[in-house]
């Protein structure tokens, strides 16, 4: 058996996705798995997570599928393991809730933010210093670039458009960014809220282990006495 992300573009009505399972059903593919990522002027882009019996019959696959009136697959990708999006945020939430310091949470927010997200890479930046990276960045000053343009953009900073193969993030509270990029694999708006939502999570525990690190009022004039 393969493991095979299908990502499809089709109609948003009713009936459309049960015939693009039924095209995958009949050459049997076991459907384990699907993930809206976008909606909107009555397109759909939904990605099913399927096991094949083998790699010979994904150009069969492609074929049922586009048989579908009004559908088309995007990209095909194999792959080891499926991806549980809402299991995967999950996991990176507690990981940034487990950091011990705020080295340890940009380290633990770039590297569960490439698996989660099947990313080329990711960094965090701030005020255009690269603060954590993971994976085949860019150099620093093309992600200050990325960075400065990007915020020119509300529409991209809250994740409604942007370019196909970069997601970002605001970290607010810390005037931070995350940078996210994919190529070849076009980054969807559902990813993009999960992202932004990440990022407030992020923003949040680096908040509190600052406040761990402040000495409590008091404590500094109790050990000097």
Not at 48 to 54: D, G, H, I, P
Not at 153 to 174: F, T, Y
């Amino acid at each position: 058996m393969i493991h095979v992300l299908i990502r499809v573009w089709l109609p948003d009505r009713p009936g459309a996705l049960g015939a693009v399972a039924s095209r995958i059903g009949a050459i049997r593919g076991d459907i384990v798995g699907l993930d809206v990522l976008e909606r909107g002027d009555g397109v759909a882009v939904d990605e099913f997570a399927v096991e094949l019996e083998s790699d010979e019959v994904l150009a069969i696959v492609v074929r049922e599928i586009e048989e579908v009136d009004g559908a088309k697959v995007e990209e095909v990708r194999t792959v080891t393991d499926f991806p549980d999006p809402r299991l995967d945020a999950l996991d990176s939430a507690a990981a940034l809730c487990s950091a011990i310091g705020v080295d340890d949470l940009h380290h633990v927010l770039v590297t569960h933010l490439r698996r989660e997200f099947l990313a080329d890479w990711v960094a965090l930046l701030h005020h255009g210093e690269t603060l954590s990276r993971d994976g085949d960045a860019p150099a620093p000053d093309k992600l200050a670039a990325l960075a400065a343009g990007t915020a020119a953009s509300p529409m991209v900073a809250d994740g409604i458009a942007g370019p196909e193969d970069l997601a970002v993030a605001a970290l607010a509270d810390h005037d931070a960014l995350l940078l996210v990029g994919r190529e070849g694999h076009p980054l969807r708006r559902r990813e993009r809220a999960q992202l932004i939502a990440l990022g407030r999570i992020a923003d949040r525990a680096w908040t509190l282990l600052e406040a761990m690190r402040r000495p409590r009022r008091g404590e500094r004039h109790t050990r000097s006495a």
